[in-house]
């Protein structure tokens, strides 16, 4: 039988996803975009390296520019999210980064270009950066923050599902560049009338009725925090994670086709990276509001490890091939709500968007480097042998940090 608190606790929760579910759209399709580009990355690099002689390396180098911008720029978006909202920052980002994501079609046959379009994709992803979307969720969900957040930031498994197939027939179809056009203008299409019609609204009344705390008033707190030792050891670990999560994701397609699958048939067994990372994400949001954060981060590492484990020990297999990405989608899903929603308990929400910005921001440096080295690798080995041994202690490390991490700090505290 249940009792009385019990039900109110269910009522309150209930309460949350009827006054504002509504947003929960536009935050899902918000995170979908902010990882087209790094999706899309692992179906173009062969149709790049055919057509200028670039190396992988090279080409890998984009997302390495986009990610020390971003680290450069995160603390400045963060203070922006924090004074302005998110629905005004989503209202100008979701235009910015469709015409950046389009700019990319245009790049060569110099190297210069093809890096310097990076830069102003960086700047637009700022705009559109996954703290504009988890911002909205953590001031306003609290029984139900993590499934909350979870449904939300599963928004990059639905691209690593698509993305991949989607691009692969663009680019059969119209070529590279027309590749990069369609998702730019499906980016545009698609995303903007959810954050105009669905996203934050009921946010931007209550800060016009009474203004969101100032960056000037919330910058000294957020800077102690920033030189905390528990704000460290979860960067770091985020860091040391997104290093080994997309070293592996973003170059799964070319990590298959070596395996001998051709770039569709890659493409799609890649996509269950995307299942699983949707699949990761629910599950992952559940256990959050259930068991302490830190189980559910340790707990994507070991997926993380035997998914690498399985790509090392087949060849050739596309059932063993379908199980490694499925389990890497897993572990990656869980781990980045695993880090937002730690974050949320660990420190003030007042400050969430500088902090989690800049976690953001080195995750997105880790998504940088990684395809950088793994690919550096692959040009002098000719294989992605050594990426996959990597992984293993990468994640040990990282799990140990966010097991270091102790208790949930009392709420009163964090006020």
């Keep these: 039988m249940k009792t009385k608190t019990g039900e109110s606790k269910q009522l309150i929760a209930w309460q949350e996803w009827r006054q504002f579910g509504g ?26 390296e055919r057509e200028f002689g670039w190396s992988r390396s090279q080409i890998s180098a984009g997302p390495l520019v986009t990610s020390i911008v971003t680290l450069l720029m995160a603390p400045v978006a963060g203070r922006a999210l924090d004074r ?11 235009p910015v980064f469709s015409v950046a994501l389009g700019l990319l079609s245009t790049a060569g046959p ?7 379009l990076y830069v102003v994709l960086a700047l637009a992803l700022l705009l559109i950066f996954p703290t504009v979307w988890t911002a909205a969720i953590a001031t306003r969900f609290d029984k139900n923050r ?16 698509i993305v991949p197939v989607l691009t692969a027939k663009l680019v059969e179809e119209f070529g590279w560049r027309g590749g990069y056009v369609g998702l730019a203008a499906l980016s545009f299409v698609i995303a903007y009338p959810l954050i105009y019609f669905l996203f934050d609204r009921d946010g931007e009344k209550s800060r016009q009725e009474q203004p ?17 030792p528990r704000f460290i050891r979860l960067a770091l670990s985020a860091l040391i994670y997104s290093v080994g999560a997309t070293g592996l994701g973003i170059n799964a397609v070319p990590i298959l086709m070596q395996e001998g699958f051709a770039l569709v ?3 799609e067994i890649a996509g269950l990276l995307g299942i699983g990372t949707i699949t990761g994400r629910v599950l992952g949001g559940f256990l959050l509001d259930l068991v302490d954060g830190r189980l559910v981060a340790t707990g994507c590492g070991m997926a993380a490890m035997l998914s690498a484990g399985v790509l090392l020990a087949t060849d050739q297999s596309p059932g063993a091939a379908m199980a490694a990405c499925f389990l890497l989608g897993l572990a990656s899903g869980a781990e980045y709500d695993a880090c937002a929603y730690l974050t949320t308990r660990y420190f003030s929400h007042r400050v969430f968007g500088s902090l989690f910005g800049v976690i953001g921001a080195l995750s997105a440096v880790g998504s940088g480097f990684s395809p950088l080295i793994a690919n550096a690798i692959y ?17 040990t490390i990282a799990s140990v940090l966010f097991l270091s991490l ?3 700090p009392d709420k009163a505290d964090l006020a």
């Design 23 to 48: 947003i929960m759209p536009a935050c899902l399709f918000g995170m979908v975009l902010v990882a087209i580009h790094s999706y899309a990355l692992g179906v173009m690099i062969e149709p790049l």
């Design 110 to 116: 110099s190297l210069i270009s093809w890096l310097a």
């Design 212 to 228: 969101f705390p100032h960056a000037s008033a919330a910058a000294p707190r957020a800077t102690s925090e920033f030189r905390s």
């Design 265 to 267: 048939r890659a493409a």
């Design 146 to 161: 993590g499934l909350a957040m979870s449904i939300a930031l599963s928004g990059t498994g639905i691209t690593s599902a």
């Design 379 to 395: 040009d002098v080995t000719g294989t992605y042998e050594a990426v996959l041994w990597g992984i293993f202690p990468l994640f």
């Design 84 to 94: 302005y909202g998110p629905r005004r920052i989503a209202l100008i980002g979701i």
């Design 406 to 408: 102790g208790k949930y």
